[in-house]
């Protein structure tokens, strides 16, 4: 089983940043894409981003010119760094991972095998 660990959401003011974390145990690979999503209360899952196992990013569209993705491959870990938060951009966020060679899209929920438990960023204006 793996195990996902988001951290570094909060509360923040408009206009500021927060890198969100998320780190990967129990029984990973070497290779493995990661992605974030989030969610409000009442609406789906919303993609952000994803990086794939051989370190390309992706972005959804709104969302390139504020958000960066990376992973740090020692740490079977990936990061998204938030610039300019909006109010708008309060959400739980969750991480996902899955794991080997993956050439399928990344902005799919059913394209992941483990999810985080969610973390809260709350924008306030």
């Known amino acids: 089983q793996v195990q996902l660990v988001e951290s570094g959401g909060g509360l923040v003011q408009a206009g500021r940043s927060l890198k969100l974390s998320c780190s990967a145990s129990?029984?990973?690979?070497?290779?493995?894409?990661m992605g974030w999503f989030r969610q409000t209360p009442g609406k789906e899952r919303e993609w952000l981003a994803a990086?794939?196992?051989?370190?390309?990013?992706y972005y959804a569209d709104s969302m390139e010119a504020r958000f960066t993705i990376s992973k740090d491959n020692a740490k079977i870990s990936a990061y998204l760094q938030m610039n300019s938060l909006k109010p708008e951009d309060t959400a739980v966020y969750y991480c996902?991972?899955?794991?080997?060679?993956?050439?399928?899209?990344?902005?799919?929920?059913?394209?992941?095998?483990?999810w985080g438990q969610g973390t809260q960023v709350t924008v306030s204006s």
């Open positions: 996902a991972a899955r794991f080997g060679i993956y050439t399928g899209t990344l902005k799919r929920t059913t394209s992941y095998e483990y």
């Open positions: 129990g029984r990973t690979y070497r290779n493995y894409a």
């Open positions: 990086v794939n196992w051989i370190g390309s990013k």
